[in-house]
């Protein structure tokens, strides 16, 4: 059989002969007239011109065959060499697809794998995929993966074999490019950290374990704010005022941290993550006692004092310090604190969708319609606001100190 396909940028003639695939011929593709005409005049040959005009050899040459062990190896180089990928990152697509794709590749060659390979069977990648376990400290765990892992993992992958086509590797990919899991495949797919979420007494108690003021400080910023750790990290002295506008004392969020924990001055991921959070006078009043307490702060981009001038494994260090203080078993970084700060709020339901929204920086807010037409109501339910604000962390009617 003789087939034709546009591969990378060019147009290629190939045979399928007893179970095999051979290269014929390669057109530009600013040549498709000819690779058209060449591919109507090959389908008029036997499997036996075939084999004699091209000098084909049925059985491949093993050396030049690519193994998924060499393109792999290749691939990780290349992504360790790319200057704009930050080292986590590097690092976050590297484990992913040692992890969870290429443990669960059934064929040696890249020339064997097929698109059932990948979709079909107990063996296949997609089965070991949506099978597979947590890794922790180069250890499979006892804890599936979740939805988000399984997703990225398959668009990691999806970027594996293009590089392949792109090195014109004998690989077929164009099925598995359009691959999706459907959405009832993942559902529950959550993992128990994932559903995992702090009581408001244990959130308390984490905050009163800490003596240090800046620790102390520092996790009820986080608790209250549900900041993400790199713009938690990013808040500096003059983002932190009394907003006689709006009435209340803010943080306004500006800038972050990268993979490295380098600072970066106004900088976040979107632009609806710049934003003014509300936060309570107790909040405040930590933060401006800490700032005070620190004679000389340490000063970024020549300009720019931090408030908390740590690097992101510290400030995720701390909070766990302070779980095991409070005699929490904490689960997974700071991004609990984001989801106890959002679940709260909006079970008291004192903000409409929208500002809820722009609070957390959520670009697209609770669905479409609300993100994109709904308008804020700065001013709706401002006592109310404040009041919730005030009890987010209590234990049993008393609020932290």
């Not at 900041?227 to 709006?246: F, H, T």
């Not at 494994?313 to 701390?318: D, M, N, P, T």
């Amino acid at each position: 059989m003789i087939k034709q396909a546009k591969n990378g940028k060019k147009y290629k003639i190939y045979a399928f002969i007893n179970g095999k695939k051979f290269t014929l011929e390669s057109f530009d593709l600013d040549q498709k007239r000819l690779a058209n005409a060449k591919t109507k005049n090959l389908e008029g040959y036997s499997e036996q011109q075939l084999l004699d005009e091209y000098n084909l050899n049925l059985k491949p040459i093993e050396s030049d065959r690519i193994t998924f062990d060499s393109a792999f190896k290749q691939y990780y180089k290349v992504i360790e060499a790319e200057p704009d990928l930050e080292s986590k990152t590097k690092d976050g697509y590297i484990s992913i697809l040692k992890a969870h794709i290429q443990p669960y590749i059934s064929k040696t060659y890249l020339d064997e794998y097929k698109a059932a390979d990948f979709k079909h069977g107990e063996n296949s990648t997609k089965n070991g995929l949506l099978t597979s376990y947590r890794m922790q400290n180069g250890e499979r765990t006892n804890e599936r993966i979740g939805k988000l892992t399984i997703q990225r993992a398959l668009q990691y992958f999806k970027k594996f074999l293009l590089y392949c086509k792109d090195q014109e590797w004998d690989i077929e990919i164009e099925e598995l490019l359009s691959f999706e899991f459907h959405p009832r495949q993942l559902e529950n797919r959550k993992t128990e950290q994932s559903n995992w979420l702090p009581k408001s007494n244990e959130v308390f108690n984490m905050i009163n374990s800490q003596k240090n003021p800046g620790k102390k400080a520092w996790v009820h910023m986080l608790a209250e704010t549900g900041l993400e750790l790199s713009a938690a990290l990013g808040v500096c002295y003059d983002d932190v005022y009394y907003d006689e506008e709006q009435g209340f004392h803010v943080i306004d969020v500006q800038h972050s941290l990268d993979g490295d924990s380098h600072f970066r001055p106004h900088y976040l991921k979107t632009d609806k993550r710049k934003r003014k959070v509300q936060i309570t006078i107790t909040l405040y009043n930590l933060l401006k006692a800490w700032m005070d307490i620190q004679l000389s702060p340490k000063t970024f981009a020549r300009q720019y004092r931090r408030v908390f001038p740590y690097r992101k494994e510290l400030g995720a260090s701390i909070v766990k310090q302070a779980a095991k203080k409070a005699g929490v078993e904490w689960q997974k970084g700071v991004s609990p604190f984001r989801k106890f700060s959002a679940s709260v709020m909006y079970a008291k339901r004192v903000l409409d969708d929208a500002s809820f929204a722009a609070r957390y920086g959520w670009e697209k807010g609770l669905n479409t319609f609300k993100g994109f037409y709904q308008k804020p109501l700065s001013d709706l339910n401002k006592n109310k606001r404040t009041a919730a604000l005030n009890n987010l962390i209590t234990n049993g009617g008393k609020h932290a100190d």
